[in-house]
């Protein structure tokens, strides 16, 4: 998948230290990693704002989306437009999953399953690290 924004390993550290990102942020975003269960630091925020990508500033999730999925990462039941992600299949660990991406950077954001809330069915499973709140 080809993404507008494009940049080496060491543009996206420098990038991610600059904005002052968690150090797992390259490791997560740009490697398709993932943190720990109940680490993040937006599971539990609760402020009315927008989530948005780490790495491009895209907005992907506003918070009235988030609930509390008991999952330990922070989880939405939709996107804040269809535009904003990107999927594809990730068959990694031996399971077959969606991956989720921010459209315009490809940054790993976490991945996306069918058993979220009403009115979408969906829980967007995603890591803190791959995130920036802008609260309102």
Not at 82 to 97: C, H, P, S
């Amino acid at each position: 998948m080809k993404f507008c924004i494009q940049k080496t390993d060491a543009e996206w550290e420098k990038h991610l230290q600059s904005k002052g990102a968690e150090p797992q942020a390259l490791a997560i975003t740009r490697h398709h990693g993932t943190e720990r269960a109940f680490t993040g630091k937006w599971l539990d925020n609760k402020s009315q704002g927008v989530y948005s990508c780490i790495c491009c500033d895209a907005p992907l999730f506003a918070s009235n989306t988030k609930y509390d999925s008991g999952s330990g990462w922070p989880s939405y039941f939709a996107p804040i437009n269809d535009k904003a992600i990107a999927t594809e299949t990730d068959n990694k660990y031996g399971m077959i999953r969606t991956e989720v991406l921010c459209a315009q950077c490809g940054a790993h954001l976490g991945h996306v399953f069918n058993d979220g809330p009403p009115p979408t069915g969906l829980r967007y499973c995603m890591n803190s690290a791959s995130l920036n709140f802008e609260p309102q």
